[in-house]
């Protein structure tokens, strides 16, 4: 049985990581040259980097730090920050990005999303999507830059978003975000069986058994976390880590064996 992928996600601002709470509360917890440096050395799947200062401000996405991290970065490397035109896309690129994550421009532009698709292969391209539950429980697109929950049903945007093009979607809870409570399981789900594309879920990682749940029972084909991999112990120290090899895949292979 293949491993799916288990992938860190890192939170850039001001040039260093933080780590966030529900999208609140950002923490600083060290350089992101160093962490990579020590997911290197743990043979991570992939990392994933969010710069949420240039999501917050609709910048420019900062290039030199962004080649710095790369040319660090012995796996394949993923990054989200305000990509809204197709020449920010050819500089990640060449700046030693593999992967281009597109979340607000999803909804705002979709015809951008379609030409990045086809002009950069779907491969290339990732859909990102805020999830959030409004007053009455019900799970709603969410806004990272204006704070607000938006009228656009989860569901049914996914499956446009498909259409689309994309070659994966990355889903993030922001009610779950740095609570290592668990993912939410049961909307990783229902996401998907309404798409056919692999879906990365992320929000609420605590333990390799969230992984596994999410994973085997969810059928997610990846699963990220943030605070999972760079706190430890019930005071949050900062520790990066990862599980090894021989943890997921006895894990995984062993729930295959009960199939």
């Not at 950069?120 to 539950?133: L, M, P, R």
């Not at 806004?143 to 259409?163: C, G, I, Q, R, Y």
């Not at 991999?229 to 090899?245: E, N, R």
Request: overall charge negative; proline content about 3%; hydrophobic content about 40%.
């Amino acid at each position: 049985m293949a491993i799916p992928r288990v992938i860190p996600v890192l939170l850039l601002q001001n040039g260093g990581l933080v780590k966030t709470t529900k999208f609140k509360e950002a923490v600083y917890v060290g350089d992101p040259i160093n962490a990579v440096k020590i997911f290197n050395e743990k043979n991570v799947d992939e990392l994933c980097f969010l710069d949420i200062d240039a999501s917050k401000k609709n910048t420019e996405p900062n290039y030199t730090l962004i080649k710095e991290i790369a040319s660090e970065c012995f796996m394949p490397l993923s990054y989200a920050g305000a990509v809204k035109n197709v020449d920010q896309i050819k500089k990640l690129i060449q700046s030693g990005v593999e992967k281009i994550i597109i979340n607000t421009q999803l909804r705002k532009n979709p015809d951008f999303v379609k030409e990045a698709c086809n002009q950069f292969g779907s491969s290339t391209i990732v859909g990102a999507i805020d999830v959030k539950k409004n007053f009455w429980g019900k799970h709603f697109i969410y806004d990272h830059p204006s704070e607000k929950l938006t009228n656009l049903e989860v569901l049914e945007f996914v499956k446009k978003a498909e259409e689309l093009g994309i070659g994966e979607l990355l889903v993030n809870n922001v009610d779950l975000d740095g609570t290592m409570q668990g993912y939410d399981f049961e909307l990783i789900k229902k996401i998907t069986t309404s798409v056919n594309i692999p879906v990365v879920a992320c929000g609420g990682c605590g333990s390799i058994q969230d992984i596994d749940k999410v994973v085997n029972d969810a059928k997610a084909q990846a699963a990220a976390a943030g605070s999972f991999f760079v706190f430890h112990g019930k005071h949050k120290a900062v520790l990066i880590t990862y599980p090894d090899y021989s943890s997921l895949e006895k894990i995984f292979n062993s729930k295959n064996e009960d199939i």
